[in-house]
């Protein structure tokens, strides 16, 4: 128990090599600690039993601007049906 509040307090802070907090990450952190391999998905499986989640914000396409005055969907016309 004394490990997973030490990954608690180290998963606080950015990573060492910066992005966002993994799997493979935390089983490589966790490898180190433990003196001997921890496989990757060990590593996920501890993400997922303290309740970490993947927040990651979706792409956006690079072409797609909702600004542009000629976009589709602001030229289309509506329809009366009668």
């Known amino acids: 128990m004394a490990e997973l509040a030490l990954l608690w307090q180290v998963l ?3 990573p060492p090599d910066g ?3 993994n799997g ?3 089983a490589d952190w966790m490898s180190e600690l ?7 998905q060990r590593g996920w499986e501890y993400l997922k039993s303290m309740k970490f989640r993947l927040r990651v914000p979706r792409p956006e396409h ?3 601007d909702w600004e ?3 976009f589709a969907l602001l030229s289309i016309k509506p329809i009366l049906i009668r």
Do not use: A, F, I
Not at 34 to 40: H, S, T
């Open 68 to 70: 542009h005055p000629g």
């Open 12 to 14: 606080q802070q950015p």
């Open 62 to 64: 690079q072409e797609s």
């Open 34 to 40: 433990k003196g001997y391999k921890v496989c990757r």
């Open 24 to 26: 493979p990450k935390v």
């Open 19 to 21: 992005g966002l907090w």
